[in-house]
């Protein structure tokens, strides 16, 4: 069973509402999200582009900028090494798109996950030498690159790191000695002496700062492709699911209003061919639609045809292509829920129930699905999961994290079981030998700190209030809070005593359930629940009995429960009508 708890930290709701022109429920909503001071608060509502951070602040942004103005200027031949998830796609085009314009002399090669794995290796580094490559740019990866950088170097090439992972590391007597490749600039946000002021970005963001930096030591900024590129660095920031704080909310608020009207042939491509001409786009859009067919291709084919759908200048090899990736990430979400009733299967069988950090190993999965599956059951069971499967050169997997975990720290600790690995606090991959998989889930569990409040679902709660308090404007006034996503979560309300009058169950899957929900002074409205409905009803039934939930569904119900929401507009063949989206139950 889930905790609810009321966030409640302080302010003078009634005069922030009257000065920002918002309603203190607002006032109080935004204050649950740390932005605190009128600065804050005034970037929150109403940032725009013109107050990202300077691209100056980064550690190595000069030398970086300075190589590139040479290389431009000698027309030496610079290739991009990128990565083949939606961050790693969205970075290269943003370099590859940018160099170009500024007459570079430029090609790319982004790692097959399957042949090559993660970030460079050495055969890249010697095919770049034997194709006359003079400098190696890399995004999204590069970090951790120390052995092949140092081949690079003895090779006589240039490197420039850009990346936006964790700063790889040693404990030597109890204090973290941070390992740098010695490339000629290494720009990475989360280098301990790296002045940004917000590190939380991704590969393709830190890309963009990149190039806005070079671009404006040649007097070149704005590029006339700078919106094109802006909504895809957007693209990748909610696909590589990034805080929406910041400068993050900022890039994605206006690269979604960027992204519907895109001159990008392949993304407008994209959008038509999955039916969102016409919808208003949000990061669920990217998260969950679009998003997933760029990285359907680094998963089951080649990252490269993601790639060249945002560079084409061809409506038929756009529609091609498009057609290719939704047909992919068609096949993606049948493998992925055959891989994940295996993987349910595994923990059962093993009675893994007790374990904090689960290791799931699945020999015949397909490696690229591994992160998902780990994502899938992390939700289902609340704690800190790997899901391990059989590659080429032995054991390979990916970790999804919560947020009381840190999981790229733990595996730190055990780093000597790893042939090779690298993340972050909520997510990582790793490689080891096919004999070491129960050493692994024996010494992750071992070092795990984790409690069980830590691992105890918690519902915050932004504001207990009734449903009746909800209403059209106050919907509308909500939207100056999105875009929502991760770190800026939907407001989240709740009320007791709320009678469910009936119950539907609805959808292809019937995985949606709407409900006639009345309060205390015979106010009713709709309210509709997308999550987990078979518990649900099984939970109603446990502690209510069949008969009374028979009743609910045939119009007859009087169960009382307590209910997390948020209020929404439900359109509807040109109808408005009010509705309580219910995100929690609980009695």
Not at 459 to 466: C, R, T
Not at 482 to 489: A, R
Request: with cysteine; charged share 30%.
């Amino acid at each position: 069973m889930a905790k609810w708890m009321v966030t409640a930290k302080r302010a003078d709701f009634d005069e922030i509402g009257k000065k920002f022109q918002i309603s203190p429920v607002l006032a109080r909503i935004i204050r649950n999200r740390d932005v605190i001071g009128d600065d804050a608060i005034e970037k929150y509502l109403h940032g725009t582009s013109d107050q990202f951070y300077s691209p100056w602040l980064m550690k190595d942004m000069e030398k970086a900028v300075d190589i590139l103005v040479e290389k431009i200027s000698q027309k030496k031949k610079i290739r991009i090494v990128g990565d083949y998830d939606i961050d790693g796609v969205c970075a290269t085009f943003i370099l590859k798109k940018s160099l170009d314009s500024l007459g570079a002399v430029t090609d790319f090669y982004i790692p097959n996950r399957i042949e090559d794995g993660y970030g460079m290796n050495d055969e890249i580094i010697k095919k770049a030498k034997e194709d006359g490559v003079d400098t190696i740019l890399t995004c999204d990866n590069g970090i951790a690159a120390i052995s092949q950088v140092e081949l690079a170097k003895s090779l006589g090439m240039t490197v420039i790191i850009t990346d936006h992972h964790e700063v790889p590391y040693e404990e030597v007597d109890g204090e973290k000695k941070f390992l740098i490749p010695a490339a000629d600039a290494v720009i990475d946000p989360k280098q301990e002496d790296c002045q940004y002021p917000f590190s939380s970005i991704c590969g393709g963001f830190v890309a963009y700062k990149c190039m806005e930096a070079l671009c404006r030591r040649q007097n070149v900024w704005p590029l006339k492709e700078e919106k094109e590129l802006r909504a895809v660095a957007a693209i990748a920031t909610v696909g590589d699911v990034m805080d929406l704080l910041d400068e993050n909310r900022i890039l994605v608020k206006e690269g979604l209003e960027l992204l519907a009207n895109t001159e990008n042939i392949g993304l407008k491509t994209l959008i038509q061919i999955t039916g969102l001409t016409d919808a208003k786009l949000t990061p669920y859009h990217i998260g969950f639609v679009l998003g997933p067919c760029i990285n359907a291709t680094g998963r089951l084919d080649v990252a490269e045809r993601a790639l060249h759908l945002l560079l084409t200048k061809s409506k038929v090899e756009a529609a091609t292509i498009a057609s290719e990736l939704k047909d992919l990430n068609d096949s993606r979400k049948e493998m992925t829920k055959e891989g994940l009733e295996q993987a349910v299967c595994y923990v059962e069988k093993k009675q893994m129930e007790k374990e904090r950090v689960l290791v799931v190993y699945l020999p015949d999965c397909h490696e690229s699905l591994a992160g998902i599956i780990a994502g899938r059951l992390r939700e289902k069971y609340g704690k800190p999961t790997f899901v391990l499967t059989d590659s080429k050169e032995g054991v390979k997997g990916s970790g999804r994290s919560i947020e009381t975990y840190h999981m790229y720290d733990n595996m730190t600790l055990i780093k000597d079981v790893f042939t090779k690995y690298g993340g972050h606090k909520m997510a990582a991959g790793l490689s080891l030998e096919r004999d070491k998989v129960e050493e692994f889930r024996r010494r992750i569990n071992e070092i795990c700190a984790l409690t069980s409040e830590d691992m105890e679902e918690k519902v915050l709660i932004d504001v207990p209030m009734p449903i009746s308090y909800a209403d059209f404007a106050m919907v509308e006034q909500m939207s100056i809070l999105e875009p929502y996503g991760t770190g800026n979560p939907k407001p989240l309300f709740a009320q007791k005593n709320i009678t469910l009058c009936s119950a539907r169950i609805m959808g292809k899957d019937k995985n949606v359930a709407k409900f006639i929900l009345q309060d205390e002074n015979g106010y009713r409205v709709e309210g509709i629940c997308f999550a987990q409905v078979d518990d649900l009803f099984a939970r109603l039934e446990r502690d209510f009995s069949k008969e009374r939930v028979d009743a609910l569904l045939s119009g007859r119900g009087n169960i009382v429960v307590q209910i997390a929401y948020y209020p929404d507009i439900n359109e509807f063949r040109g109808n408005r009508s009010l509705q309580m989206v219910i995100t929690h139950f609980n009695w």
